[in-house]
């Protein structure tokens, strides 16, 4: 990358307003990035067209959507949202059966049936009458006319996770498969005859050690012959089990290195012919949550797949014979596949524009936009991300996206420097995209120069990079953090007594222990962020409930490492202002965090700023609650400036 000075973005426009850097007005306000929130998941192809779960943070509900010769319609009624929340991160909300729709409901997290005219959508009526219980990973057993799903059971002795199937016709539940601690991706063989799931037992987590799983369909009706088919040994993370239309079984697998594509043959698993594993690349995130589709058997014996490259989300059609073409080649980062005779649709993000659900043509390639994919900002007004590669500790490189203040009615004083603000995303095994991020063009539109780190330990580079925060969280995550800003400053492009560190649940940890470790940051921002992770510990969820040892270690053994890493432990090391904003239903890191930690270091005089937001849990949702936090950080950075 090379370097720029404060010139180089400024003069597009002569008539450019001067103005210090961190201070230039906008019309792109807190309330426009908010509602440019928007965001879509799991596309469902199906009657003549394409259903998907839409998310509006202006009402903050999630909606399902129908698109058909070039008609849209919504389908949900307004006292429903439909989000799972298995797990606590959900997916795989809802699935199309032959009556009609099957969802889960997000206040009640019971599965509903709602049929479907040509024009209208009938009440939903519920189907599960487990009050006890969630349920996600939805599927349509058509054999049995069932929904088979992954039902998370709240029980006074704990929480106990299965493979269930709730019949269309009476409500009738069954229990299909149990004894593992987690399961996910349930999916049937087209003759029905077949059951593949993935299961996993503590104290792993999905994308470090996985088995696949299978069963027949017993002339009873119940599943057996179960057998393991990969990942028994450990030490392999395997997701999204897949049967193409000749019944093989495909999954991806990162035992070469990559989570790439596999394929069922003399009861294992082998490389498929249409896919020569010989590039390194991941094609598919990590599985938080529920519902993912990453790649697809086609119906011709090709696959449909992502190729993540350099943080890059790329979508290719891998034909029988190894032919490939790119599809979507002007989109940056294509998720949530699914496919019909005519089109591969997905949902897809680029620089430029919110995301979008695409309908590709797959005999031409061409591109049609159903929902979303609007440029909120003219050309002239939009940063667009540039990859950044940079060295850090170990002589190993990591990886981010930077973005330079881009406001085409306002220029920087002349010989001065951007502030910059580090983004640390959560997870911590997930990833940031170079996608339109409307916050981070708030910021940029601000005078504000963003990095946007994909440090050790984020998904999408490979295993290797993945296991790097094995037992060295708030070490590698919080090096990498620093020397991002530090490359950027010594390639002269940003302010070096003007940096800033935010992050989110595991990022706001990040950003808290990068501000106790080094005197580098004037101000930092922590967003549900955790600050004591021994206390999160003996409260989290059983999903993530042995995810801190792994990151940490066991307690038991190393006692005085969670107290080195506790960013509260370490608040008296703090000398830099921090603001901190919490959703106060949070169940995944609990007010009682961010609280203790504002405590700390308001005792010892360091200025600080909170806000709670009652109604919101584990990441704020509503539009006005995310155009107040973005609001707030930034006035309060300004003052800083």
């Known amino acids: 990358m090379k370097s720029h000075s404060s010139h180089d973005s400024t003069t597009a426009n002569p008539a450019a307003e001067c103005l210090p850097y961190g201070f230039w007005p906008s019309s792109w306000s807190a309330e426009a990035a908010a509602a440019a929130s928007q965001d879509y998941a799991e596309l469902r192809a199906g009657q003549g067209g394409l259903f998907w779960n839409e998310y509006d943070p202006a009402h903050g509900r999630c909606t399902l959507w129908f698109w058909r010769a070039g008609s849209t319609r919504c389908l949900t009624p307004v006292d429903f949202s439909v989000r799972s929340r298995v797990y606590e991160y959900g997916g795989g909300a809802f699935c199309l059966t032959e009556q009609g729709l099957a969802f889960v409901n997000e206040a009640d997290q019971q599965i509903y049936l709602q049929a479907l005219g040509e024009d209208v959508a009938s009440q939903p009526v519920v189907l599960s009458r487990q009050p006890a219980c969630r349920y996600g990973d939805l599927q349509h057993d058509r054999y049995t006319n069932a929904i088979v799903a992954l039902e998370e059971s709240h029980q006074a002795g704990g929480v106990v996770h299965r493979l269930v199937s709730t019949a269309i016709a009476n409500g009738e539940r069954r229990v299909l498969v149990e004894g593992a601690d987690f399961y996910s991706s349930p999916v049937l063989s087209p003759d029905g005859g077949r059951l593949a799931w993935i299961e996993w037992d503590r104290p792993e987590q999905p994308w470090t050690s996985t088995r696949l799983c299978l069963a027949e369909r017993m002339p009873d009706g119940h599943w057996g012959n179960r057998q393991c088919l990969a990942g028994a040994a450990g030490g392999e993370s395997l997701q999204q089990p897949r049967f193409a239309a000749d019944g093989r079984l495909f999954c991806l697998g990162d035992r070469q290195g990559y989570w790439q594509p596999w394929v069922e043959a003399g009861g294992q698993l082998v490389t498929p012919s249409s896919h020569a594993q010989t590039t390194d690349f991941d094609c598919a995130p990590a599985p938080w949550q529920l519902g993912t589709s990453s790649y697809l058997p086609l119906a011709d014996g090709g696959l449909l797949l992502t190729h993540m490259l350099s943080g890059y989300g790329l979508l290719f059609e891998h034909a029988a014979d190894g032919r490939q073409r790119q599809l979507a080649t002007s989109f940056s980062r294509c998720r949530q596949l699914a496919a019909d005779a005519t089109y591969v649709f997905c949902i897809a993000g680029s620089p430029e524009r919110t995301p979008a659900v695409l309908a590709i043509e797959r005999a031409s390639g061409a591109v049609q936009i159903l929902a979303g994919g609007v440029a909120p900002l003219a050309a002239t007004q939009l940063s667009r991300p540039q990859a950044l590669q940079f060295a850090t500790g170990h002589g190993e490189v990591a990886h981010a996206f930077f973005y330079l203040p881009a406001n085409a009615n306002c220029r920087g004083e002349a010989e001065s420097l951007p502030p910059l603000v580090v983004f640390v995303h959560g997870g911590p095994t997930s990833a940031s995209y170079p996608v339109f991020d409307p916050r981070i063009q708030f910021w940029t539109q601000r005078g504000f120069a ?28 919080v090096e ?3 020397q991002a800003a530090r490359a950027l400053v010594e390639r002269g492009v940003v302010d070096p007594q003007r940096l800033f560190v935010r992050g989110s649940s595991a990022g706001g940890f990040t950003a808290l222990s990068a501000l106790a470790a080094t005197d580098l940051f004037r101000g930092g921002a922590s967003l549900y962020g955790v600050s004591d992770p021994l206390a999160l510990r003996r409260v989290t969820h059983k999903f993530e409930g042995d995810y801190l040892d792994w990151l940490i270690g066991d307690p038991q053994q190393v006692p005085e490492r969670f107290l080195e890493r506790a960013p509260l432990h370490n608040a008296g090391r703090i000398a830099a202002p921090v603001i901190f904003l919490q959703g106060g239903q949070d169940a995944v890191v609990l007010p009682e965090q961010t609280e203790s930690m504002l405590a700390a270091l308001s005792s010892r005089g360091i200025q600080v700023e909170y806000r709670l937001y009652p109604e919101e849990r584990h990441g704020l949702r509503q539009a006005r609650n ?12 300004q003052q800083l400036l």
Do not use: I, P
């Open 450 to 477: 963003v990095v946007d780190v994909n440090y050790r330990g984020s998904s999408g580079f490979g295993r290797a990079y993945r296991q790097r925060l094995h037992q060295q969280w708030g070490v590698v995550d």
């Open 480 to 482: 990498d953090a620093c």
């Open 626 to 637: 995310l155009a107040d936090a973005l609001e707030r950080e930034w006035r309060f950075y």
